[in-house]
């Protein structure tokens, strides 16, 4: 398994809002899946009405998503623990 880092559009009622969401997966094709799979779920949104703009894989030490640090926690400690993402401005 491998840390993903999908970003796309999707319609929330009458809006479109951008999201990102990360995930371990198998492949960039089971990331995307699951992405369809978790967003028609939680919105009920389609497929079809779904953007996908990128699929990136990441290191899992980066994310602050609790599956992603749950998933990849023996490996975080190993590593010396998470990378606190840079602060924007």
Known sequence: MKAFRVKGIVPFGQQRQAF???LPAADSAD???R???IMGSRHNATRRSIDLQSV????PRTSQ???VLNHFREEIAAAG???APTEEE
């Open 56 to 59: 990136t894989e990441i290191d």
């Open 81 to 83: 623990g998470p990378i």
């Open 31 to 33: 990331a995307e899946h």
């Open 35 to 37: 992405v369809y799979s």
């Open 65 to 67: 998503e609790p599956t």
């Open 20 to 22: 990102s969401m990360d």
